[in-house]
């Protein structure tokens, strides 16, 4: 009821379909490439995510309104995105990066529901997911979220700039930087005081690099342009291309205004350097 009630508050019962703004949030969310699986079809899950955990499979985000989000309602998605529940009322595991998208507007939310309802339904049921006992239960979801999530607002911080403000609502909710680019604990909660520091257990098992500004473990060298030009194109300052999951984002966010991608890169080069030699941020196409 709590997402209902936020939909019925927020006035959008009434609004008008947006899918335009929306293929502009899912290409900042990097084309929710994690929902598409290799020589799959579009969006339409089974693609495996590798963790300490065990194999979990995303789920079909297409239109079809049998196995994907077809017969989804507006407070349904906002429930899923911004609360981690999903219509049954049971609770997503935090592979889906709920706890990222918690900080979006309820307006951006909708406008990728009407970006993706206009997209090719594909049927095909989800995958069950290959976990350990006990986090194999949906149980255990609930008592993750109890110790870990504590969805809270972006504040507004009135000492930077519309564009940094911007930047980091693009970098923390809808593309959910951290959530790859920060190392996690035991319970798999990421840790707060390696922000962006860079993880040895990056999801599919690959290594996400240290973007924090630090000189010798991050991007630190890096200038403004070499970040926005790797978002726009996925060239690195060296002249090589990245690889992996970043690859496939990054033809998402070459799409993306170039205000978007400059505001990124503003909020990034802000936060504070910290040291993680993870690998070396030039080597970002291994």
């Known amino acids: 009821m709590a997402g209902l009630a936020l939909l019925l508050a927020s006035g959008l019962h009434a609004r008008t379909p947006n899918p335009i703004a929306g293929e502009r949030i899912f290409n900042a969310a990097g084309g929710c490439g994690c929902h598409t699986a290799e020589n799959g079809k579009p969006l339409s899950g089974g693609r495996p995510l590798k963790t300490p ?4 499979f995303s789920t079909n985000i297409t239109p079809d309104p049998d196995t994907g989000i077809g017969g989804w309602s507006d407070a349904d998605l906002l429930r899923a995105m911004r609360e981690g529940i999903a219509p049954d009322g049971s609770h997503y595991f935090p592979v889906f990066p709920y706890t990222a998208f918690s900080k979006m507007t309820a307006e951006d939310v909708l406008h990728l529901k009407d970006y993706l309802f206009t997209l090719p339904a594909v049927q095909q049921s989800n995958r069950p997911h290959d976990v350990w006992f006990p986090f194999n239960l949906r149980f255990s979801a609930w008592g993750w ?3 870990n999530f504590h969805p809270e607002p972006l504040l507004a911080d009135v000492t930077r700039s519309k564009q940094w403000t911007r930047g980091r609502y693009l970098a923390e909710a809808v593309a959910h930087c951290g959530e790859c680019h920060t190392p996690r604990n035991g319970m798999g909660a990421l840790k707060a005081d390696w922000h962006y ?3 040895r257990e990056g999801p599919e ?6 973007i924090t500004p630090d000189a010798e473990t991050g991007i630190g060298q890096w200038s403004k342009d070499d970040l926005t030009y790797l978002l726009e194109t996925g060239m690195l300052p060296d ?3 990245i690889g992996g999951l970043m690859s496939e984002a990054v033809e998402y966010y070459g799409q993306l205004p170039p205000e978007d991608r400059d505001a990124i890169a503003e909020y990034v080069l ?3 350097p910290v040291q993680n030699h993870v690998r070396d941020p030039d080597d970002l196409n291994e």
């Open 53 to 56: 955990f065990g194999i979990y």
């Open 145 to 147: 979220k109890l110790v």
């Open 197 to 199: 520091a860079g993880s």
């Open 205 to 210: 098992g690959e290594v996400a690099p240290n």
């Open 239 to 241: 002249g090589d291309f």
């Open 270 to 272: 802000s936060l504070p």
